[in-house]
């Protein structure tokens, strides 16, 4: 080839990947589910995403288990207080009620496949090889992925992008394979810590909460009013509702938990979180911050083992 057209070549595989790692999969409504030890087993989300931004702390309730993959990046994962290094290959689960949020290295942030899953009822410890008891009793775990897990979600996207014929009893017997390569992983490593669509009610409560995981920046009741369809004073009783919070509590919430995140880095200036976050002024953001959290956000990042932050970073 000749040096020019390799060049230009290589030109465009790397526009290619660069158009590819920018891009969001999202798959939220497959209507897949299987049953696995007399448990059906619903898929809630399924998304792959290069995350360029944090996601602030959050948990998902009874029988729910997020599995997240990272093929490439860097980042970082506070799971229950703990803080662990995300890097390509890494492997993950939160289960239920594990408070986890996620912060890419700016430099190189990493992508991620995330397959969330819900389980309508107990799993049986009886049996030769309880495989999804197993499964559901590990509410957390991290690791490297040894058991090909990799293969398996890469190749649950290909059947759900190109929807071949029986793409969905194909789908089905991946995510068995996945959930039976996590258990096998478990027991290698011993590290471990500690299709109907979606009902209306649930697919709002899944909603809602990506609404203000992901959008933080810039909620607005109206806004999420429209997503689901209803009007303004019906979204304030359906946060009650679920949440025992108004919309204006959820938003203080999200905004704060991110910014406690952020506040954590100090290479970030202060002004640049509170810009980040969608405020219109430092002051703004310093006088919420205060009224959340009972101090300033200084004094938060000096609270929180930060080193002191100098002049530059403050303003």
């Not at 059947?159 to 996590?182: D, F, N, P, W």
């Not at 490593?189 to 500690?194: A, K, L």
């Amino acid at each position: 080839m000749p040096e020019c057209a390799g060049y230009c070549f290589k030109r465009l595989i790397h526009g290619l990947r660069e158009e590819m790692i920018s891009m969001k999969i999202h798959y939220p409504n497959t209507n897949l589910q299987f049953t696995m030890e007399s448990v059906r087993v619903d898929v809630q989300n399924i998304i792959f995403e290069r995350l360029t931004r944090i996601i602030p702390a959050h948990s998902h309730g009874s029988g729910c288990y997020e599995i997240h993959y990272i093929p490439s990046g860097y980042g970082k994962l506070k799971a229950n207080g703990a803080d662990y290094d995300i890097r390509p290959n890494t492997l993950y689960v939160t289960g239920p009620h594990v408070e986890h949020a996620q912060t890419p290295l700016l430099s190189d942030p990493m992508e991620e496949y995330c397959v969330y899953l819900k389980l309508r009822g107990t799993p049986l410890s009886s049996g030769k090889s309880p495989v999804l008891s197993l499964f559901s009793e590990t509410p957390f775990w991290f690791g490297q992925d040894t058991q090909q897990v990799s293969d398996v979600i890469l190749s649950l996207f290909r059947e759900l992008e190109h929807r071949y014929t029986g793409y969905k009893l194909q789908a089905q017997a991946l995510l068995s394979q996945m959930i039976v390569c996590l258990v096998r992983g478990y027991e290698q490593h011993r590290n471990v810590s500690g299709g109907t669509a979606l009902p209306p009610a649930k697919a709002k409560s899944i909603l809602i909460e990506e609404y203000f995981l992901y959008e933080y920046q810039s909620l607005s009741l109206e806004t999420l009013a429209d997503r689901l369809g209803l009007g303004t004073r019906q979204t304030q009783r359906l946060l009650l509702e679920y949440y025992g919070k108004t919309f204006q509590q959820k938003k203080a919430e999200a905004r704060m938990s991110a910014a406690a995140i952020l506040l954590e880095d100090r290479e970030r200036s202060i002004t640049s979180v509170a810009s980040l976050l969608g405020y219109s002024s430092l002051e703004h953001f310093s006088s919420a911050f205060r009224s959340y959290y009972r101090m300033s956000p200084r004094e938060y990042r000096k609270c929180s083992g930060s080193a002191q932050a100098s002049p530059s970073q403050i303003l």
